[in-house]
T-cell receptor, first 115, second 111 residues
Framework: GDSVTQTEGLVTVTEGLPVKLNCTYQTTYLTIAFFWYVQYLNEAPQVLLRSSTDNKRTEHQGFHATLHKSSSSFHLQKSSAQLSDSALYYCALSGESGSFNKLTFGAGTRLAVCP | GPKVLQIPSHQIIDMGQMVTLNCDPVSNHLYFYWYKQILGQQMEFLVNFYNGKVMEKSKLFKDQFSVERPDGSYFTLKIQPTALEDSAVYFC?????????FGPGTRLLVL
């Protein structure tokens, strides 16, 4: 079956420094879409980034990610972490045909940005 | 962005009782989903629903589970009877296009 792996359960970074959250996947879908969701405390997960194009950088709110099908990865990065970025981040994939777009999630990475 | 509401936010019930989790999806969305997240684990797909029918369900969607959206009202997940292993956070999502929008979840504790 499909799987998404987020290797770090917790990432701690100092404010102003770069941060990278890793995401790799395995899938049998031919056409896929990838998402990063962010969940702040006691709130709903909300979509942060979306991509379905190989090797194209996607950006939003200072974060960016590039889907690399050759390495089965969709890592999330930011050049300068802010205190307000502290949250739980989920990587997820969906097939774009025949699956009604159910999402397969990674386990999540908690990002803690410290002063 | 679009908001999905879930009622209640927390529910505690005794094993064997029935529980109904309610979801108010985004008004013009057509596809609806339930996901289950056990404490410390990842969110897992339960079921999706379109045009009044279950389109796909996972092995987690046991016979005791059912979903419906009568007359465009709440999209509901009913568990009858509940079991201890049903304790989890249940997230509802709705979709138009390829992006799913999630509610904040209902925390269900079965005693």
């Amino acid at each position: 079956g499909d799987s998404v792996t987020q290797t770090e359960g917790l990432v701690t970074v100092t404010e102003g420094l770069p941060v990278k959250l890793n995401c790799t996947y395995q899938t049998t879908y031919l056409t896929i879409a990838f998402f990063w969701y962010v969940q702040y405390l006691n709130e709903a997960p909300q979509v942060l980034l979306r991509s379905s194009t190989d090797n194209k950088r996607t950006e939003h709110q200072g974060f960016h990610a590039t889907l690399h099908k050759s390495s089965s990865s969709f890592h999330l990065q930011k050049s300068s972490a802010q205190l307000s970025d502290s949250a739980l981040y989920y990587c997820a994939l969906s097939g774009e045909s025949g699956s009604f777009n159910k999402l397969t999630f990674g386990a999540g990475t908690r990002l803690a940005v410290c002063p | 962005g679009p908001k999905v509401l879930q009622i209640p936010s927390h529910q505690i019930i005794d094993m064997g009782q029935m529980v109904t989790l309610n979801c108010d999806p985004v008004s013009n969305h057509l596809y609806f989903y339930w996901y289950k997240q056990i404490l410390g684990q990842q969110m897992e797909f339960l079921v999706n629903f379109y045009n009044g029918k279950v389109m796909e369900k996972s092995k987690l969607f046991k016979d005791q589970f059912s979903v419906e959206r009568p007359d465009g009202s709440y999209f509901t997940l009913k568990i009858q009877p509940t079991a201890l292993e049903d304790s989890a956070v249940y997230f509802c999502a709705s979709r138009l296009g390829d992006t799913q929008y999630f509610g904040p979840g209902t925390r269900l504790l079965v005693l």
